[in-house]
């Protein structure tokens, strides 16, 4: 197996510098000699067939269970070497040979019911809210922030995306809006404090919904935001703009037709819905099996032309697309650095071996925007093409507004 598995790091590996040692005291290195080297080791050779056969899932694996250890550099190093070079070109030797893995473990997607949506959004949104706490901003933004001055700090690049947003759904004095997976109420709060609109904000986490609530009646907002215990296909009335951030990646494929339509009758005829998600530079492909298994049990992350057609097909006319590129990939090595200064309260209210999970996660993320094709999508939708301006400048415009209320709100 070792000289299988040399041969299938030796077809990935062609740029940096990559040493890896084998359970058997042998090592090679792999690339051109580029960069900062990085080492690993396999404890074991039972290590090794997992890696080799099932990489996409094993690695990450063998990384938190320390079966694989990182002996020069560091997890973001190793990983930025690994997604920078499988982003590029053919594989060589016997990886080329190889049927592709994607295609031999590619199950058909579930039906994401209701009962199941919410299981997957308690697998990870129901863990203690301190958790989150100790790495995300002040606001409790759990979703790609907008670094619109590469100055900025997190704080002020998650201000800046809920600013953007609002921009683009030009809502005025008292429109009812409709937040789709409002997690921890920070949009909701935001859209009713500085553009005066009312807000229904759902979620399917009750610990969110909690907190969310809390911080309405806090700010004096009970009056204006509504936060409910509910899925998107339970929702009833009508509303002048829709918006939905960083919850698209949870509805999985198979519900795309469902949740678009829906969204279609939900909103006015003069209204406006954005969409802002996670989404493939490239063409369709599977979830990561160990995001899957162990963060988001039930994503997908979408391309363009899985889902153009069917909000086409819907009725919505497609107003404005804004690819947001490396922004996210700025968000989590924020995160990650948050995440570390904070580590040991983090294993005090979980463990070491969750600790090493969400290390893995953050930086495995971070990587897979920087090198690996995925993208924010921000979709402006609507009813009609007449709904928002033809020129683009009325953003900058809303924005410039929103910043002089922020000043003297906050």
């Not at 199941?116 to 863990?127: E, F, I, P, Q, T």
Request: charged share 25%.
């Amino acid at each position: 197996m070792e000289t299988i598995l040399k041969s299938i790091i030796d077809g990935i590996v062609r740029e940096g510098h990559l040493e890896v040692s084998f359970a058997s005291g042998k090592s090679a290195v792999f690339g051109d000699g580029t960069g900062s080297p990085v080492a690993i080791s396999f404890l074991d050779k039972a290590a090794e067939w997992r890696c080799a056969l099932r990489p996409s899932l094993a690695f990450g694996e063998l990384i938190v269970d320390e079966r694989i250890r990182i002996t020069t550099g560091t997890l973001r190093d190793l990983l930025d070497v690994a997604s920078r070079n499988i982003g590029t070109g053919t594989p060589r030797g016997l990886l080329s040979y190889l049927t592709p893995e994607r295609r031999l473990f590619t199950c058909p997607a579930r039906r994401n019911t209701v009962s199941l949506a919410r299981k997957n959004v308690a697998h990870h949104y129901g863990l203690n809210h301190h958790f989150y706490q100790l790495f995300l901003d002040d606001d409790l933004q759990y979703s790609c922030a907008y670094f619109s001055d590469e100055r900025d700090d997190l704080e002020a690049a998650q201000l800046a995306k809920k600013r953007h947003i609002a921009a683009k759904l030009l809502l005025a004095n008292d429109q009812h809006t409709l937040d789709i997976g409002s997690g921890w109420g920070g949009l909701a709060i935001y859209l009713a404090k500085c553009c005066h609109t009312h807000v229904t904000g759902i979620t399917l986490s009750r610990e969110q919904l909690e907190i969310a609530r809390r911080r309405a009646d806090e700010e004096g907002l009970g009056a204006r935001i509504e936060f409910r215990l509910a899925d998107y296909r339970d929702v009833r009335g009508r509303f002048d703009r829709i918006v939905s951030v960083g919850m698209f990646e949870h509805v999985g494929a198979r519900d795309y037709q469902d949740f678009f339509m829906r969204s279609y009758e939900l909103l006015g005829d003069e209204g406006i819905m954005l969409l802002h998600t996670i989404g493939r530079s490239t063409g369709p492909a599977p979830t990561n099996p160990w995001i899957k298994k162990y963060i988001f049990p039930g994503g997908y992350i979408p391309s363009l032309s899985e889902i153009v057609p069917i909000i086409t097909h819907a009725g919505f006319s497609i107003v404005d697309i804004e690819i947001l590129r490396l922004h996210y990939a700025d968000t989590l090595r924020a995160w990650s650095d948050r995440f570390a200064l904070h580590r040991d309260e983090a294993a005090r209210l979980y463990d070491e071996r969750f600790c090493r999970i969400w290390e893995f996660y953050l930086a495995a993320s971070e990587a897979s925007f920087r090198y690996g094709g995925l993208v924010v999508f921000q979709l402006q939708l609507s009813k009609s093409l007449n709904a928002i301006p033809e020129a683009r400048g009325y953003v900058e415009r809303a924005e410039a507004t929103l910043r002089e209320i922020e000043r003297r709100i906050y």
